[in-house]
């Protein structure tokens, strides 16, 4: 039976993989002001979709304007939305920690007008005092009840906050509810003026669309003033913890990494499918009890964990390679991170080949499937472009995935992880959760 | 099961099931079966969702176990969910791995085993998971009461199992035989050539399906109108209206669920959330208000006091075009309705249900 | 301890093989006679060992009416025993009601722990 998983599945299939078709093809074309312009074009689309992005979030803050870009974010769609539907345009936007987004979509007729919205409300600055006010009240008791409810999150913001601590990374991306009701007009202007700058800017535009005729609307009716926004000081990941114990929480929510890859990294992949070699968890699923991952055996057995999703999150500069995860049997959490860093631990001395192949297909088919949308196509364009400076097509990272191996694996975690320090967040009922030296030491083993 | 099985396989002429299939480019596919078996097509309260648990799991050609381990090593994700009108298997993959989806998701409709341990192992802790996780959300609460008061039967079965009415294996077997069946089952695949989907579907068991019936909904079920629901419970209040809605209404409600739930129309600020489900001959518009008790009273007033006053929806239709147009590039099955022509609304009768702090929330009549 | 699978392995083995067979199933069938365990009103499933995991399991999947019919001829025979008697021949289980209805079970589960571990170690062909 052996021989036969090995000749139908992965013989066959997995490793006799074919290049014969290709994903969306993303046309390039930058400005003379700086401006970069992205479209990919789906004519079978019904609609279209253009998006403005810079390179600015909480990382182009500091602890006296933190909240800034997530507030400019939230003011600018709050006033202008309804605007917007009048002309049957859909208007979103987001903000990141390294990059703000603003989403115009509609019909493929409609990228004219949709140009002209994000020329007249996003690329010049119009905020008045009693707009800022409304919107900062609203979004400090949004960020408030953010702190109050989304404790997977909040662990999750705090681990950047201790592990990138006094670098720009460490900066809540929301900023927090004292932060935010603190901003003042001026600084969302500040604000704009710095970051919302042409070098700093990159149009995307997807769907039913034709890249020659949005480089002639851009260019014709976007005017983003020119200027370099300013630079950010280089982050630095620190081994540290912080804990907010709360026993009136029904759990406890704890996120734990190591040092990940940054987006140029050559590692970038690689800490991505060791992520996605635990991938995610849930104990009241089924599938928890088949899935291929040699933590569950001890989880799913004691209910050490209720959910738990493993994430490698690359900034630049920096990354995070780690888990989140809620544990509602609170005696056991320091079983739980034991078996956890030493599963760690295996990836750098006896990773197998075939939990590494599965890694790779998961991921494929989670970079694959995260693109379900014209949003989400745009985004990633956009997204990466800013951050990075340029954006890996699927094909490319079809093509690295499959070239990471054991070796590569073995490397990047003796490396980052075997032996290194770590960072912990925890929040709810942790008492359980060991002592900062007893995970330290977890993360090598004495034999093996 | 099986000696039935084999029998009506004879007296099948050629294949009936209907297969959608739209190439793209890229390196993925979805394959998504749907069945027509969601609860409004329920013997029992509750037996959909079993059904649907039990998707995926033990069949006899292979375990669930076995299932899961090769469907990761060849990069693809199953999942089974139902809804009121159908439960859907679905498969999300990497191009190279179609003739092994379509053998594997015809298995879990042909070969499922529905071993007795399994119902109460692992269906029915997951059924409860479901239900426990649905019901955290007092949304899910008064959508319910209101799907029952519009509905009563067929559309207002509850959607999960909650252990009201007993479901036996017995019962899931027989509700698994009348409904995977050939004609009852529909396949639509993205991302994959159709000529090759079809070569692959006809050595699969979905060819063996029996041809059976389809239970498709044919005609507008009845509807009841007027109809009040109040139910204490601890946490925040929720007051909440229905309309159920004939086919032939669903572009207006299309747009108005799109215009109340924007910046265009000054209600937004006062409900909660709106939202349009359709259905195969029926549709369910519902709006919440939720909150503490005095407030939710007082907005629920003035929006029914606004919607019977009459809405004018002519300037949402190019938003509402735009949000159907976007929701219909990323839905298995996209929603053909023409927004164009929608003009205004005005409230008539409606469902209300009344959720939390009753005391303090509205009575229809004061609506 | 041998797996129920390996025991039912052999117990096929000796059944296939006429000359075997001639002398173990006499021999079993004296055996089981004379244990004595039937005397007690017990079936040949009800001596094996419970407390392990696999056999809980199996415990646990038992129809209804199986796991009350197990519960009371272990009441019988814990009677038996206090007492000091063995149970009249009309009382006594015969030798044609002691069916294997726990061994189903453990095989099943067997195979799947067996599965589980085969696929824990799969190899992706190079």
């Not at chain 2, 498709?216 to 309309?243: C, H, L, N, Q």
């Not at chain 2, 209600?267 to 005095?294: D, M, P, R, T, W």
Request: charged share 20%; glycine share 6%.
């Amino acid at each position: 039976m052996l021989s036969a998983i090995r000749s139908s599945v992965t013989k066959s299939a997995v490793l006799k993989r074919t290049f014969a078709t290709s994903s969306g093809k993303t046309q390039y074309t930058s400005l003379q002001n700086g401006v970069t312009i992205a479209t990919e074009s789906n004519p079978a689309a019904t609609s279209a979709s253009i998006g403005l992005y810079y390179g600015a979030g909480s990382t182009a803050e500091n602890a006296w304007n933190n909240g800034a870009s997530n507030l400019l974010n939230k003011a600018v769609v709050g006033e202008n939305t309804a605007e917007a539907a009048k002309k049957g345009l859909v208007f979103s936007a987001n903000t990141e920690r390294e990059y703000s987004s603003y989403l115009v979509q509609g019909s493929s007729s409609s990228l004219s007008d949709a140009v002209e919205f994000l020329n007249s409300k996003v690329a010049s600055f119009e905020l008045n005092d009693a707009t800022v006010s409304k919107y900062r009240e609203s979004l400090a008791q949004e960020v408030a009840t953010f702190e109050e409810t989304q404790f997977g999150e909040k662990a999750l913001e705090h681990l950047h906050n201790t592990a990138f601590q006094n670098t720009p990374l460490a900066l809540p991306k929301r900023g927090t509810s004292e932060t935010i009701s603190d901003l003042i007009t001026s600084d969302l202007a500040k604000f704009h003026k710095d970051n919302y700058v042409s070098s700093n800017a990159v149009v995307v535009a997807t769907g039913n669309v034709d890249h020659a005729a949005i480089v002639d609307l851009v260019e014709k009716k976007l005017s983003i003033p020119s200027g370099i926004a300013p630079k950010v000081a280089a982050p630095k990941f620190l081994g540290s913890e912080v804990r907010l114990r709360d026993d009136t929480l029904p759990g406890a929510w704890i996120a734990l990494a190591q040092k990940g890859a940054a987006v140029n990294s050559p590692d970038f992949y690689v800490a991505k499918v060791a992520a996605e070699i635990f991938g995610s968890y849930n104990y009241h699923e089924p599938i928890a009890k088949n899935l291929g991952v040699k933590l569950n055996g001890v989880v799913n057995e004691n209910h050490l964990a209720d959910t738990y999703s493993h994430f490698s999150l690359s900034y630049k500069g920096a990354g995070l390679f780690g888990a989140q995860f809620f544990i509602t049997n609170i005696g056991q959490i320091d079983d739980f991170v034991h078996f956890l860093l030493k599963e760690w631990n295996r990836l750098s001395i006896s990773i197998t080949d075939t939990e590494i192949a599965r890694g790779k297909q998961l991921l494929k088919n989670k970079l694959a499937f995260a693109l379900d949308s014209q949003a989400a196509v745009n985004q990633s364009i956009g997204s990466q472009i800013v951050v990075s400076g340029r954006r890996a097509s699927l094909e490319e990272a079809f093509a690295k995935i499959d070239k990471v191996d054991s070796a590569a694996i073995k490397a990047w975690a003796q490396a980052n992880l075997w032996d290194q320090d770590i960072a912990v967040a925890g929040t709810g009922q942790i008492e359980d959760l060991l002592d900062y030296n007893r995970m330290r030491n977890d993360t090598s083993m004495m034999r093996w | 099961m099986l000696s039935r099985r084999l029998a009506s396989i004879q007296s099948t002429r050629g294949y009936a099931t209907k297969v959608t299939a739209t190439a793209a480019e890229g390196r993925v596919s979805t394959l998504t079966v749907k069945v027509n078996a969601g609860s409004r097509y329920a013997t029992k309260d509750g037996v959909s969702h079993l059904l649907s648990r039990f998707n995926f799991q033990n069949t006899r050609s292979r375990s669930a176990l076995r299932l899961t381990r090769e469907s990761e090593l060849l990069g693809g994700v199953f999942s089974s969910t139902v809804d009121r009108d159908a439960i859907y298997l679905s498969a999300n993959f990497l191009k190279e791995g179609l003739p092994y989806y379509v053998n594997a998701i015809a298995d879990v409709l042909y070969k499922t085993s529905f071993k007795p341990h399994e119902l109460p192992e692992i269906v029915l802790p997951a059924a409860k998971y479901d239900l426990t996780t649905a019901l955290a959300s007092p949304y899910f609460k008064a959508s319910e009461l209101l799907y029952s008061a519009s509905f009563r039967n067929g559309l207002g079965n509850p959607l999960y199992y909650d252990g009201v009415e007993k479901v036996t294996l017995d019962d899931i077997k027989a509700f698994a035989d009348k409904v995977y069946v050939k004609d009852n089952v529909e396949i639509i695949a993205k991302g994959v050539d159709a000529k090759a989907l079809n070569g692959f579907v006809q050595d699969s068991a979905l060819s063996q399906l029996p041809a059976g019936a389809s239970l498709a909904a044919t005609s507008t079920p009845k509807f009841y109108e007027g109809v009040e629901v109040r139910e204490r419970a601890v946490g925040e209040s929720i007051s909440a209206i229905a309309v159920p809605v004939k086919p032939a209404d669903f572009a207006t409600y299309e747009v108005l669920a799109a215009y109340l739930t924007s910046p265009l129309s000054e209600l937004s600020q006062s409900i909660s959330s709106a939202s349009f489900e359709k259905y195969s001959q029926a549709g369910l518009f519902s709006l919440y208000v939720k909150g503490e008790a005095s407030a939710v009273a007082s907005s629920i007033k003035k929006v029914v006091s606004a919607l019977k006053g009459g809405v004018n929806l002519s300037s949402a239709t190019g938003y509402a075009a735009t949000k159907l147009a976007l929701a219909n590039e990323s839905a298995v099955i996209a929603s053909e309705i023409d927004v164009a022509n929608v003009k205004d609304f005005k409230l008539g009768k409606f469902n209300y249900v009344a959720l939390g702090d009753v005391h303090n929330l509205p009575y229809a009549d004061e609506l | 301890m041998a797996s129920h699978t390996s025991i039912v392995k052999a117990g096929d083995f000796i059944l296939r093989t006429p000359a075997l067979r001639s002398i173990f199933v006499p021999a079993a069938k004296l055996f089981c006679a004379y244990s004595g365990y039937r005397q007690l009103g017990l079936k040949f499933d009800d001596l094996i060992h419970e407390e392990n995991p696999t056999v809980q399991k199996a415990l646990s999947r038992l129809p209804k009416d199986e796991i009350y019919a197990r519960n009371f001829r272990m009441l019988t025979a814990a009677q038996c025993g206090i007492t000091h008697h063995l149970l009249s021949a009309d009382k006594a289980l015969k030798p044609s009601e002691d069916t294997p209805y726990l061994l189903p079970y453990l095989l099943e589960l067997e195979a799947e722990a067996a599965e589980r571990v085969e696929l824990d170690n799969v190899e992706v062909a190079k």
